[in-house]
């Protein structure tokens, strides 16, 4: 990030400088045992100590209508930390209580994926089948956008319960039970509707097969409602509190590297305005020792040879550079879900 074009230093032209350093130099100033600069020197510093101090203000400025940005962002990433370390910890003691690792089958997010894809394959058959028994187009898309949304979420919170709060050994029974019952019944019901709709599509009607065609609807139901039933199962572990701890510590860590990201740009944009500041005081220093190398080499031409005052020998500083911002860095992450322990974190680093 640029900082904006100062005036600069309101230095001397180089001829005025020549000249005063011969004159000084002839007069023999600054005295030979002079530890401290020459009247004329201290117009050179002065000049460049205010250049400095006006980048500095500009700098300032600039980080201050950052600060704002990077500070919010800093105090919710570390309070992000502190609830992901505390999850963290009770996760792996839980684990150790139960004496095993997590048992999930299905990956979170692709449970999601599947329920999701449930939802969108059932709409448009239900409005199929709406529509072959002659409902209003309205209420067609009605009732088949409810069924598409509380049918798999439904599904899924039973099967939450079911993996959660039943023993094992029954819930395996009726997973057994219910997976191969379900599918071949929806099979049937497919084939029954497929034929149906073939036969009766053209006169809009279903006559004396309306009564199949409900049963035939409900077995195809209950296959999205199994399905997402059945995702959900294998998308959870059998411990309710180790996969409720399981499922917090995965959304607190992708919370915190979303946060993580964007602090770290923020952090990002703060260091280039720090860096184009002090680039900016390097260089006008720079140019003030210069411009005192030009008077020194003058005063010592018209000193004709004599040894050149103490002052001569100190570089020129900057108190403000002396003090200027340090460069941001990102606080130390907690460890991820994988790792064994917890990993404390790192102070706040903004001043």
């Known amino acids: ?55 500095y203000a500009q700098t300032a400025l600039r980080l201050s209508r950052l600060e704002g940005i990077s500070s919010n962002l800093y105090d919710a990433y570390d309070s992000n930390q502190h609830r992901f370390r505390e999850t963290l910890l009770r996760y792996h003691k839980r684990k150790e209580f139960v004496g095993r690792d997590e048992i999930i089958p299905v990956p979170y997010a692709l449970h999601w994926l599947i329920v999701f894809l449930l939802g969108v394959g059932e709409f448009p058959l239900n409005v199929v089948v709406f529509r072959m028994f002659g409902e209003p187009e309205l209420m067609t898309y009605v ?48 084939s029954f509707i ?6 009766l599509h053209s006169e809009h009607r279903l006559g004396d097969a309306s009564g199949n065609m409900v049963y035939a609807m409900f077995a195809i139901n209950l296959l999205i409602f199994i399905g997402a039933f059945m995702v959900s199962f294998f998308a959870h572990d059998q411990d309710e509190e180790l996969d409720a701890l399981h499922v917090s510590v995965l959304r607190l860590e992708k919370k915190r590297t979303n946060l993580r ?38 005063n010592m031409a018209g000193r004709r040879g004599t ?16 003090r200027w911002w340090p460069d941001l860095s990102l606080p130390e992450a907690a460890e991820s879900v ?3 322990r917890p990993i404390p974190v790192k102070g706040k680093e903004f001043a």
């Open 1 to 55: 990030m640029r900082m904006p074009a100062s005036k600069g230093p309101n230095f001397p032209d180089d001829e005025t400088i020549r000249q005063a350093g011969q004159a000084d130099g002839s007069a023999g100033l600054p005295s030979g045992s002079s530890y401290e600069p020459g009247p004329f020197e201290r117009t050179i510093l002065a000049a460049g100590e205010a250049a400095i101090s006006e980048v």
């Open 143 to 190: 009732m088949s956008l409810t069924l598409s949304l509380t049918l798999p979420l439904i599904g899924v919170f039973l099967g939450l319960q079911v993996r959660t709060l039943v023993r094992p050994k029954i819930a395996t029974l009726i997973m057994t039970v219910l997976a191969p019952g379900t599918v071949l019944g929806a099979l049937t019901a497919l």
């Open 194 to 199: 497929r034929n149906m709709y073939v036969t």
């Open 261 to 298: 990201n964007r602090l770290s740009r923020a952090i990002s944009r703060t260091n280039a305005v720090i860096r184009g500041g002090r680039a900016e005081a390097d260089r006008i220093l720079s140019q003030t020792s210069a411009r005192l190398s030009l008077y020194r080499q003058a």
């Open 307 to 322: 040894v050149s005052p103490p002052s001569f020998s100190k570089k020129p500083a900057s108190e403000i550079l002396n």
């Open 338 to 340: 994988t790792a064994a």
